[in-house]
């Protein structure tokens, strides 16, 4: 199937059909991903907590992005890709964040790139982006690289002051030029407002069920990552236990001789070619 644009992303909109949008950080599960149909994938920097075994998404590099973003398109040629923006590759300016986004795309072979964050500060860096013919998406509601000021990961948005704040930052994105939305942790009620006032796709996580489309951590909804589970994830199967139990199963049968199985995981030779192998040792004192 031919890689969406976000000509096929408003057409989906406009028809009532969800967007599916799914995170990879490698070339085997990117493969998968697209061989399941999704419409976009996330190279998100939380490929430092699921990969990468860091415990923020802040010390992941942009060269970490870069490197994954590459891996993800080399097992996905046809899919959207949307890959992360890490912290400090476009808070400092306008054009550190143009630069950025421009490595993300030129060396990451990325189709667009996603940055964290409202205000005039962020509005300003998705016009920049934007300007500079980079598809950029904008994320609100939590934030993990702002994880600090939000006082952990928590939902945003559960008061109704909160709440009106979010859906004028989702306004003040989609103006300053930014192609789609995605929208983290907030009630379903600001999600819906968010989604029924805007005019670019918006996509959720934890935001409910009347977003355009839905995102998850692939790692979350296979019960790769065990560490911890948002409450808005669903899983659809339980990895972490089959390749667990695979690994055991393996160790169990080393220990117990009963892997490799002499014939069965074993290279043949002929039996003359043997007897002369052990004498050829045995002469030469081998
Ligand atoms: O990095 C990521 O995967 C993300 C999601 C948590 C929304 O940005």
């Known amino acids: 199937m031919a890689k969406k644009t976000i000509h096929d992303f408003h057409k989906m909109v406009a028809e009532g059909e969800k967007i599916t949008y799914l995170t990879a950080y490698d070339y085997l599960t990117a493969k998968m991903v697209e061989k399941a149909g999704m419409d976009m994938i996330l190279v ?85 982006i934007n300007e500079s013919g980079i598809l950029v998406m904008g994320h609100i509601g939590l934030t993990p690289q702002s994880m600090g000021q939000q006082g952990g990961y928590k939902a945003q948005g559960r008061n109704s002051q909160a709440a009106v704040n979010i ?33 670019i796709p918006i996509l959720g996580i934890g935001a409910g069920p009347y977003t355009h489309g839905q995102l998850l951590i692939f790692a979350d909804m296979i019960g790769l990552f065990d560490n ?24 169990q049968e080393v220990k117990e001789n009963k892997f490799p199985i002499d014939g069965e995981h074993t290279y043949k030779m002929k039996e003359e070619e043997v007897n002369e192998f052990l004498d050829l040792l045995e002469k030469q004192g081998i």
Request: glycine content about 8%; aromatic content about 8%; hydrophobic content about 40%.
């Open 228 to 251: 911890f589970t948002p409450k808005f994830v669903r899983q659809y199967a339980n990895v972490n236990e089959i390749i667990t139990n695979a690994f055991k199963q393996y160790y």
């Open 44 to 128: 998100g920097d939380s490929l430092g907590m699921v990969e990468l075994g860091y415990e923020t998404t802040l010390p992941v590099t942009l060269e970490d992005m870069i490197r994954h973003c590459q891996a993800v398109r080399r097992g996905a040629p046809n899919t959207f890709i949307v890959g992360d923006m890490t912290y400090m590759s476009y808070q400092v300016s306008d054009e550190q964040a143009v630069e950025s986004a421009g490595r993300m795309i030129k060396e990451g072979w990325c189709d667009a790139v996603k940055l964290e964050g409202g205000g005039e500060r962020m509005a300003s860096r998705i016009k920049a």
């Open 167 to 199: 859906v004028k930052e989702a306004k003040r994105l989609e103006e300053a030029g930014a192609f789609s939305i995605l929208v983290e942790a907030v009630p379903s009620a600001v999600g819906k407002a968010i989604t029924d006032r805007a005019n």
